[in-house]
């Protein structure tokens, strides 16, 4: 009977394997690229241990032990410790990202689009959807392990054994166990993929936002959340494996529970409550612009809430950094030209490129969100009424720049209100929050990148390719000593820092001009080419 | 021998009681006809029947076994297909052909595919996203008639098809049941359901308020006269007699089918020129339960 639920899992596998053939190898590539990749360029660029130990010197601090992860071996910093440290944190947040896409893929969208019901047609089992899902994903995550551990453990680096390379390894593919697991659960909680992503969503950032709480104030507190179990691995410094291991077993038992709850709930229902719509659209949402920011709504405001959260917590970890650093005497040596507050705000300066960096995710979806509108058909029935091509999709550009306003504003507001409050009299509000405000052009010229692949209604996914690229330039640019010649390629790199240098109006003119530019660009290739469906 | 049996199929969804005690029997060779307005209850019915949704009470079995503890053993032997088919995007029709077939663990029958892909028209090679609704459902109909079903459970399978591609249906299903093989089709084509279906079934509000042969039914229904007589007829003292029209010396009326005869035999001596009847329809019929039910509810 039990074995019954189950029939056909491998089947159901390999048809998996089969939709994905580029989308798995794609993720796994990419991270084996950047993992290995900034390990190989840690070897060259920090050959002497001075100059690693430099790094630890500027690395430890509460601001940046929030936002990238406790150090460990900080005293004695090898390239291990520098790679766990560094890297560690930021690659396992952007895998729990991949487990929550891959699971609600497989699982809650499958359900939606009737195809799970198609299958269960067929002789399998009842469970084998959901199993398959996770076997899928397990596998994945094993290939991750062995071919990350391998491969760092390839380069040959003293600091980084076979043990402690295994160990990175093991991290990052129990943290994608973990959060497809969890992904799996909202997946029968939630009744809509919808519903399931952004509930899966929510556990990575609370996840994320509580270790980094943790590590600044209590250690206690790190260990409530999953990045914090992976982390406490002390990865090429400790080794301890005891820690993946528990997330297994943690893992192990949120995934039975899915399983189970899979086992009882009815096909297209869901466990937590949904409520009935209006009858009549409002007067807002009759027209084509509110209609399509009534559509994003939801999705917007959630993202507001987020950023705000982030800005407002790392705002106050500037507090503990001030502190950190008066305290510090040392600092002024190693930083011979800098004291303490200019190290905070350079830290300010990056917060607010990372911020800015994630408050233009939502904007992006907001202009690309057209892209699944044509294909489900939806875009001929408004093209149908008296709708001209120019307002259709410059009607999406205005609801990605009221995004960017509102995104950007919630961050910029978290960090300001936060971090004026704990630090007193050097930085004020106003800094702060023209610290993220200032990328406002540069997320408009991604919002006409966007625009212009829309007008063309291809290779849509090339604008989160760059805004990658954007990001990896503000965290591993000076980290990886890029050269001006790369780093210049990202338009975040062309608005000021500040509080550290200052407003330059025709600096953001310029960029707003560039952004318009690009969007009549699109508008102009909208208009010629085909609708597609 | 009956392949399909459900009795007092009940389904609560929270609140909301969906069906409300369903009694169904398909038999052996038989092709039955589920018909129903929109939110009846047919495809509920038909996703417990397919142990995909499991019934509050009342118990159903195909082939003799329990349809929700032994799906696996039944669904070797049936095919779905359902109204609205999505699969997915990146295999192209062939793939998901030869996927279905191999879940359903059967032997491909190469011949069988290429002749039914023919057939229906169906280009196997494009990638499922390109395919338009009705060759998305042309995919379904191969896999399905490409397996060797003892049972083809068929929800509103034609929408989207073209006439022609509803014509090959037709004869796919007509073969299926010269081959002595069972078929339960919920469908709105009423001339469909007519044409194919032996017995009918009609679900109302999760309960059937009507099911029987075809010609039982008629047996309920009106049958609709056109009459031309030398002499004037006056109906008033004739029971039966339904929507009277009088135009110059023809009239149209309809006649409950029990009256029909004493009704001939008053028409009869008025010197008949011409006569036209029409046999009741299923349309009919359906209309006759609607109605009321769209009367009852407002």
Redesign the interface.
Known sequence: ?VK?QF??TG?LMR?IL??DRLRLPIWLIGFLFVTIGTAALFKGLYASHEERQQMATTFDNPAVTALIGPGYGLDHYTEGAMMAHQMLAMTLLIIAVMSVLLVVRHTRSEEE???V??????????LSNLTSTLLVMALTYLVLALTTGIGLYSLGIESMDLNGSMLYGAALGITGIFFAATTALFAQLAQTSKGAVGLSFLLVGLGYLIRAIGDVSNETISWFSPFGWVLGSEVYVNDYWWPIGMTLIVSLIVAAVALYLNSIR??D?GFLPTRGGRRHATAWSRSHLGLTLRLQKTSIISWAVVIFIFGATYGSVLGDTETYFAEIEIMKEVMANQDGISMTLQFVTMVAAIMAVLSTIPVIMAINKMKKEE?RNRTEQILATAMSRYKFLGNYILVAIITSIITLGAGALGLSAAGAAVVEGDITFMELFNAIMIFLPATWVMVGLAAVFMGLGRMNGLPWLYLGFVFIVIYLGDLLQMSDAVRNLSVFEHVNSIPLEDFELIQSLVLSVIAAGLMLVGLALYRRRDVTG | MSVLKAEGLTKK?GKVQALKGVNLEVNEGEVFGFIGPNGAGKSTTI?IL?????ATSGKATIFGRDVW?E???I??R?A?V?G?????S??TGG?VID??T????AKLDLDRKEELIERFQLDPTKKC?TYSKGNRQKV?LVSAFAADADLY?LDEPTSGLDPLMERVFQECVLEAKREGKSVLLSSHILSEVEKLCDTVGIIRQGEIIESGSLNDLRHLTRTTIVLETKNELSFDHLSGIHDVHKEGSTYQFQVDTEKLDEVMQYVSQAGVTKIESAPPTLEDLFMRHYEGEAGGEK
């Open positions: 009977m019954q029939l056909q089947r048809l089969r939709r689009e009737g195809r019901e198609l299958i269960r047609a067929l002789p399998s089992g009842r009815d096909l229902a294909k | 969804f996703r397919l142990g995909i949704l499991q503890k799906a696996v053993e669904h070797k049936i779905y359902p609205d088919v999505n699969l997915w990146n295999l793939e996927f279905f191999e879940m359903r663990g996203a379904a459970i």
